[in-house]
């Protein structure tokens, strides 16, 4: 059984960075394509991220792109979020997610995905 279990959420000023981590179990993390999204209040999920199984390919949202990266650690079984320069806009419940069978490439449609942690808060505010 899959299971995730996202963290490193807090509050932050605008302009300040947070790593939110995912960590893994039930499953080898790099055998699939890794997805982090995020829900602000009365908005729909937005994919922001994702990464296929051998790193080499990623797709990043134009919301995000140039302030925020995301990484694996194979050895902690564990994928992050870099979040820089961050903005009041960023406020959200951000989910980390893995897609179902290992064929299944990178994509930011979180319908493609299957398997997903309780989310972490991230407030952006002065």
């Known amino acids: 059984q899959f299971q995730l279990v996202e963290s490193g959420g807090g509050l932050v000023q605008p302009g300040g960075s947070l790593r939110l981590s995912c960590a893994a179990s039930?499953?080898?993390?790099?055998?699939?394509?890794i997805g982090w999204f995020r829900q602000a209040p009365g908005k729909e999920r937005e994919g922001i991220l994702c990464?296929?199984?051998?790193?080499?390919?990623?797709k990043i949202a134009d919301s995000v792109k140039g302030r925020f990266t995301i990484s694996r650690d194979g050895a902690k079984n564990t994928a992050y979020l870099q979040m820089n320069s961050l903005r009041p806009e960023d406020t959200a419940v951000y989910y980390c997610?893995?897609?179902?069978?290992?064929?299944?490439?990178?994509?930011?449609?979180?319908?493609?995905?299957?398997?997903w942690g309780q989310g972490t808060q991230v407030t952006v505010s002065s």
């Open positions: 997610a893995v897609v179902q069978n290992f064929w299944t490439p990178c994509t930011l449609n979180y319908h493609e995905y299957d398997a």
């Open positions: 039930g499953f080898t993390l790099d055998t699939r394509s």
């Open positions: 990464i296929n199984r051998s790193g080499t390919y990623a």
